[in-house]
C-alpha cells in the first residue's frame, strides 16, 4: 500500500564538499565529525593535500545546514578560506560516518599548515592538576592548541608528517586520538609521559645532571643567576633572571649584545602591567594564541629594577608563556600550586627570553648544535627529544591604541607563520627573495602569498643556508613549482644571486624590483590596493634605479610601475658605510652643509677621527652621497648628544624616538624645511635649529613633531600634482611610533587614506611581498618573452 505524500520520508542527497585553508591539524575532521552525528547525516571526512574533502549524505535540510556550520561555527585556530561542492551518487546502504586516512594522492596541494598556538586553558587545566595523567607533562597539547608548523614535513597533516613520528602512542593516548567525544581525537602531536618526548637538564659540559628534576633544576640555576640555553617550539632561548643585574650583563658580555634591548618572560597580563603600560589592545595581544613579544611602555622601576635589559629605551618587550615547559618554569617558581588561579595573580619570576642565535647568526634548532655553538654563553641547557623541523623567531609587535585595537608588526615569525596573505587577484606563482637585511622569502599559490619566517641578515654563510632552507620548506609544504622569481636590484645580495641561479634552473624568468617600490607594494598588497598611490618609502638605504644609494623617496605606485616625485636632500656618507654606524659623522656632515666644518673637531673631541673626516667631507673623498631618512635621524641624534657610535642598527633613532615619547608632544619648529626643486625636501634648516638646542629630549620632540610638519607638506603637495588620494607609508623608519601616528593621523584629517604596514613588518621582513607583487603585475609580459 502505498504512503500518502505527506508521510513520505524526504529523499536523501548526496553531496562532496571541498574546504580550503588552515583546516589541518586544528581540529576540523573531528568537527565535521561531530557536527554530522549531530544533524543525522552518513559520509565520511578526510585529510587531503587540498585541504579537507567531505562526502554527506541526508536530508537536503540537514546537509545545507552542515554546509553553513562548516563556515560559521569551524574550529578556533582554523581559517576557512573556500567551500566547493559537486553533486554525487546517493549510496543505498550509506550508513554512519566516518574519518577516512589521508587521500596521500599526487594532486596539488591547496591547504596550509596550521600555525603554532600557544597551550590551551583546558590543557593548563590538566597539566596543573595532580590527578591527572598528564600533570606537569611539558608536551601537553590537543587540538586547540600546541605546535604545528615547527614540526610538519609536508601535508597531509598527519603524525606521520611531523617530528612525532618516532612516538608511538601509547593505548591511552591512542584511545584519546581514536574517540570522536574527546578534544585529543586526531590530535596529531598526542603525548603523555609514558610515550611522548621527555625533558633533560645538562651542565655547561653537555653531561646529565643526574638525581634532579629538569624543571626544578633550571629554575634554581637561573635564581642563582645562571644563564640557561632553553629549547623551544622553534628555537633555543637563552634565559636568565631579569632581576640579576649581573646575570644580564654576563648574558650581553656572552653572546656579544653589547646594549641591543632583551625580551623578557611573565606568568601573566597583571605581572607584565607591573613592567609595562598594559592598555587593553596590548592585553589582548599579549593573551592572543599566537603569543608575541609585545613592545609595552615602560614603567619607571624598569630601569631600576630590570637593570640593562632595555637601556634607554621607552619600550619593552614583554611575552607570556606560549609552550607547556615554559609554564612550567613559573609554576615551580611560584610553589608548584594546583590548579589556575596562581595565574590570576602577580609572579616574581621575571625571566630574561633571548633568542639563541651567537653572532647573527641563525637560531639554534637542534640539541648536538646548541651543545656545540652555545658553549660558553650557557651555563645548561634543558633539552628534549622532539626535533624542531622549521626554525622559527619570536614574532615581536606593538599595540596601536585606537578605537579598534590593531598591532604593528616589528618582525613577523611563530605563530604568524605560514599563515596566508590574501591578494586582489590570481596570476602565476612567484618565488621572491627578499632584500639583505631582515630578509623572509615570499611564495604566491594563486591569490594567496606565504610570507616565510623571519630569516635574518644575510651577512654569514649560515644565514644564507637558512634562506635557502625557507624557500626549499615553502616549495614543499605548499607543493609549488614557481614560475616567477623576484629579487632586490642591487646585484650583490645573496637573495639577489640565489633567485638568479633558481631562475636559471627552472628556466623561469628572474624580475629585479627596486627596494622601495617594493616596500610601497608590499603595503598595497596587504590592503588589496590596485588603485595607483602616494608612496612615503622612508629607510636606512636601498639601491635605487640612478645606481645610488636611496632612502627618503615620494613615488608614485601604479600597479607594476614606479615613478620617483621626489627624495630628501642627499647628505654625504664620511667614510662610506661606517657614517650609518657612527651618528657623529652625519652630524658632521649636515654641520659641513651649513658651512660649519670647523666645529666638527671641536663638537666631537672624542672622535680620533674628527679633523680628518672634515677633510674628507671639504674634499669630497669617500663621501658618497644618500637621500635616506635613517641617516638624517642619526644626524639629528648626533647632533643633540643622544648618540655618537652605535652599538646596534637604528639605536641611535629608537633613543631618540624615546626621549621623544619622555618629552611628550613636542612643537613644529616654523620655516624649518625647505621643498626645492625636483620636489627635493630639505630638512637642514631643522638640523641647524637643533644644532643649539640644549636639551636632548626638547630637542626629540622637536624633531619628529617638524619632520610629520614636513612630510606631511611633502605629500600632500604630491596629491595636489597627481591627483591621487591614497598614501602608503613603507620602510623601517614607519617602525617610529610617533612619526606613523602623527604622520597618518594628520594626512587622514585631510580626507586622504592612509595605508600603513599591519600584517607584515614595514622594515625589509616586508619587501619579499612587494616583490611578489610587482612580478605578479609583470607577469603577462614577462610570459610571453
Known amino acids: 500500500m502505498l504512503m500518502p505524500r505527506t508521510q513520505r520520508q524526504p529523499r536523501p542527497v548526496r553531496i562532496r564538499i571541498r574546504v580550503r585553508g588552515v583546516v589541518q591539524g586544528v581540529g576540523f575532521r573531528p568537527f565535521v565529525y561531530r557536527l554530522a552525528q549531530e544533524l543525522g547525516v552518513a559520509g565520511w571526512v578526510r585529510n587531503d593535500g587540498a585541504g579537507v574533502d567531505i562526502e554527506v549524505q ?18 578556533p585556530l582554523a581559517r576557512v578560506d573556500e567551500i566547493g561542492e559537486e553533486r554525487c551518487a546517493v549510496q543505498a546502504d550509506a550508513d554512519g560516518f566516518a574519518i577516512l586516512e589521508s587521500n596521500r594522492s599526487d594532486a596539488a596541494v591547496h591547504t596550509a599548515i596550521g600555525h603554532d598556538t600557544a597551550v590551551c586553558a583546558d590543557c593548563l587545566a590538566e597539566l596543573f592538576d595532580p590527578a591527572d595523567r598528564r600533570y606537569r607533562y611539558a608536551f601537553i597539547n590537543c587540538t586547540q592548541c600546541g605546535p604545528r608548523y615547527t614540526l610538519t614535513r609536508a601535508l597531509p ?53 643526574p638525581g634532579v628534576d629538569p624543571i626544578a633544576g633550571t629554575v634554581a640555576r637561573v635564581l642563582r643567576g645562571e644563564i640557561v640555553a632553553i629549547k623551544g617550539l622553534g628555537g633555543f632561548h637563552l634565559a636568565c633572571d631579569a632581576r640579576n643585574a649581573e646575570a644580564v650583563a654576563r648574558l650581553r658580555d656572552r653572546k656579544q649584545r653589547e646594549e641591543k634591548p632583551f625580551a623578557v618572560m611573565v606568568a601573566n597580563p597583571v605581572t607584565a602591567a607591573q613592567w609595562g603600560d598594559v592598555c587593553s589592545g596590548a592585553e589582548i595581544l599579549l593573551a592572543a594564541p599566537e603569543r608575541p613579544i609585545v613592545l609595552l611602555r615602560k614603567q619607571r622601576i624598569v630601569d631600576e629594577q630590570l637593570h640593562g635589559v632595555a637601556p634607554g629605551l621607552a619600550w619593552l618587550g614583554v611575552m607570556l608563556p606560549h609552550t607547556p615547559l615554559q609554564y612550567l618554569l613559573f609554576h615551580e617558581a611560584a610553589g608548584r600550586p594546583d590548579g589556575l588561579a596562581w595565574l590570576t595573580q602577580p609572579q616574581p619570576l621575571v625571566l630574561v627570553m633571548t633568542s639563541a642565535n651567537p653572532g647573527g647568526e641563525p637560531l639554534v634548532i637542534r640539541n648536538h648544535v646548541a651543545l656545540q655553538r652555545l658553549a660558553g654563553i650557557a651555563d645548561a641547557f634543558l633539552l628534549h627529544d622532539r626535533e624542531i623541523l622549521v626554525r622559527c623567531d619570536d614574532s615581536v609587535v606593538r599595540a596601536e591604541p585606537t578605537d579598534h585595537p590593531s598591532q604593528q608588526f616589528i618582525r613577523r615569525a611563530r605563530g604568524y607563520i605560514p599563515r596566508a596573505i590574501k591578494l ?12 639583505y637585511f631582515k630578509n623572509t622569502v615570499c611564495l604566491t599559490r594563486g591569490d594567496e602569498a606565504f610570507v616565510s619566517q623571519h630569516v635574518g641578515d644575510l651577512d654569514n654563510a649560515a644565514t644564507c643556508e637558512a634562506m635557502i632552507e625557507a624557500v626549499a620548506h615553502l616549495r614543499q609544504v ?71 644609494a636611496w632612502g627618503g623617496e615620494l613615488l608614485l605606485v601604479d600597479g607594476g610601475s614606479c615613478k620617483r616625485l621626489g627624495h630628501l636632500r642627499r647628505l654625504p656618507l664620511p667614510g662610506g658605510d661606517r657614517a650609518a654606524r657612527e651618528p657623529w659623522r652625519m652630524a658632521a656632515a649636515a654641520l659641513h652643509l651649513m658651512g660649519r666644518g670647523e666645529e666638527i673637531a671641536e663638537r666631537f673631541p672624542q672622535q680620533p677621527g674628527a679633523k680628518m673626516v672634515n677633510r674628507m667631507l671639504a674634499q669630497r673623498l669617500n663621501a658618497p652621497l644618500t637621500s635616506s631618512m635613517g641617516r638624517w635621524f642619526d644626524a639629528a641624534a648626533g647632533l643633540l648628544g643622544t648618540r655618537e657610535t652605535m652599538a646596534y642598527e637604528g639605536q641611535a633613532a629608537m633613543l631618540l624616538e624615546g626621549l621623544a615619547e619622555r618629552w ?67 620602510g623601517g623608519c614607519f617602525l617610529n611610533h610617533i612619526l606613523v601616528r602623527n604622520l597618518g593621523r594628520r594626512l587622514a584629517a585631510r580626507g586622504l587614506t592612509v595605508l600603513t604596514a599591519q600584517q607584515l613588518p614595514s622594515n625589509d621582513g616586508g619587501i619579499a611581498l612587494g616583490q611578489a607583487w610587482v612580478a605578479l603585475r609583470w607577469a603577462p609580459q614577462l610570459m610571453e618573452e
Open 424 to 435: 586582489a587577484r590570481s596570476g602565476p606563482s612567484v618565488l621572491a627573495l627578499g632584500g
Open 58 to 75: 541526508g536530508s537536503a535540510a540537514a546537509i545545507a545546514e552542515l554546509r553553513e556550520r562548516l563556515r560559521r561555527d569551524a574550529p
Open 664 to 730: 611628550g608632544e613636542g612643537l613644529a619648529l616654523r620655516d624649518a624645511w625647505r621643498i626645492g626643486a625636483d620636489n627635493v625636501l630639505d630638512l637642514l634648516p631643522l638640523l641647524e635649529a637643533l644644532s643649539a638646542e640644549a636639551n636632548p629630549a626638547r630637542g626629540a620632540a622637536q624633531f619628529h613633531a617638524t619632520l610629520v610638519a614636513a612630510l606631511e607638506a611633502w605629500a600632500v603637495a604630491a596629491v595636489q600634482d597627481t591627483g591621487v588620494r591614497t598614501v602608503a607609508f613603507g
Open 157 to 209: 597533516y598527519d603524525r606521520a608528517t611531523t617530528s612525532m613520528a618516532p612516538f608511538p602512542q601509547c593505548p591511552p593516548c591512542l584511545g584519546e586520538y581514536q574517540a570522536p567525544e574527546h578534544r585529543r581525537f586526531h590530535a596529531e602531536p598526542n603525548a603523555c609521559p609514558d610515550c611522548g618526548p621527555s625533558l633533560m637538564l645538562l651542565d655547561a659540559q653537555g653531561m646529565p645532571v
Open 478 to 548: 605548499l607543493d609549488i613549482q614557481p614560475r616567477l622569481v623576484a629579487h632586490d636590484l642591487h646585484p650583490e645580495f645573496f637573495s639577489t644571486r640565489h633567485g638568479a641561479e633558481l631562475a636559471a634552473e627552472w628556466a623561469v624568468p628572474a624580475v629585479a624590483v627596486q627596494h622601495h617600490h617594493a616596500h610601497i607594494a608590499a603595503v598595497l598588497a596587504e590592503h588589496r590596493s590596485d588603485g595607483p598611490a602616494i608612496g612615503l618609502a622612508l629607510d636606512g638605504v636601498g639601491l635605487g634605479n640612478d645606481g645610488q
